[in-house]
């Protein structure tokens, strides 16, 4: 296979999706060395380079074409399309399996002083959010106006700072939540990570590699099951 023709993924550089993310693909026989300072790491085995970026940035890479495959988490990937459907940007990508890791929730959190009944008690109110279209999509099912804040981090700490009324971010444990004298009121997505794929028709070499990836993907989760 020429450089060119090598099978691009796009891997969350830290956080808490690259571990696993990187221990499926070592499972799966792909050998590689992480230098922490590269974007790039090229497998020593096998036609595939890694992309280390943000995870936010993976949705769009693979929907953009520019990695062929990326491990993401669902709750990013589905914020990612309802933000680009508005914009008319390419906003669809296989999504070739959802994954046994990276289990989190996207979920409405206030105060501990705040008394709240239910969502319609954030009538008007303002939230913080990193998630500003999962968020509006909950809330206008619900019927409920509220005014937006957003911050691509520090969420948290946002009604203490007195810049919103309440929080709508990923829970996982509820340890960040507790922390910030906030609890969890509703969820309103559920997620997990996932293995996705860009639309772009690919070579039948590098389709040929995907399969064999994905089948040891199947084996290797069989087992763990
Ligand atoms: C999420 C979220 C909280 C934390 C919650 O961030 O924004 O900071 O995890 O986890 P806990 O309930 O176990 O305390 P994430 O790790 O996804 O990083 P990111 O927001 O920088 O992408
Ligand atoms: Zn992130
Ligand atoms: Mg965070």
Redesign the pocket.
Same mark, same amino acid.
């Not at 971010?169 to 939540?177: K, N, P, R, Y």
């Given at each position: 296979m020429s450089e060119s023709g090598r099978l691009r993924i796009a891997i969350q550089k830290s956080?808490?999706l690259s571990k696993e993310s990187m221990k499926l693909l070592k499972s799966c026989g792909v050998k590689f060395n992480i230098n922490e300072q590269r974007l790039i790491a090229h497998s020593d085995n096998m036609p595939i380079d890694l992309l280390r970026v943000r !995870?936010?940035d993976i949705p769009g890479l693979v929907m953009d074409g520019v990695v062929d495959l990326g491990f993401i988490?669902e709750n990013v990937l589905e914020e990612e399309q309802l933000e680009r459907q508005q914009l008319d940007k390419p906003a669809t990508c296989q999504k070739l399996r959802q994954l046994d890791f990276g289990a989190?929730r996207l979920s409405l959190a206030v105060p501990t002083e705040f008394s709240y009944d239910s969502a319609a008690s954030l009538e008007g109110l303002r939230i913080a959010t +990193?998630y500003p279209n999962l968020l509006r999509r909950y809330m206008q099912e619900k019927g409920i106006s509220y005014r937006d804040c957003m911050l691509k *981090?520090s @969420?948290?700490v946002a009604p203490r700072a007195g810049l919103a009324d309440g929080i709508c !971010? %990923? @829970? +996982? #444990? *509820?340890? #960040? %939540?507790e922390?910030n004298g906030l609890y969890e009121t509703e969820v309103i997505y559920r997620s997990t990570a996932c293995l996705i794929q860009s639309e772009q028709e690919q070579t039948p070499a590098k389709q040929a590699l995907i399969d064999k990836l994905l089948s040891r993907i199947n084996s290797v989760t069989q087992a763990r099951e």
């Open positions: 956080g808490r !995870d936010d988490g989190c +990193s *981090g @969420v948290e !971010d %990923l @829970v +996982s #444990t *509820g340890a #960040t %939540l922390a």
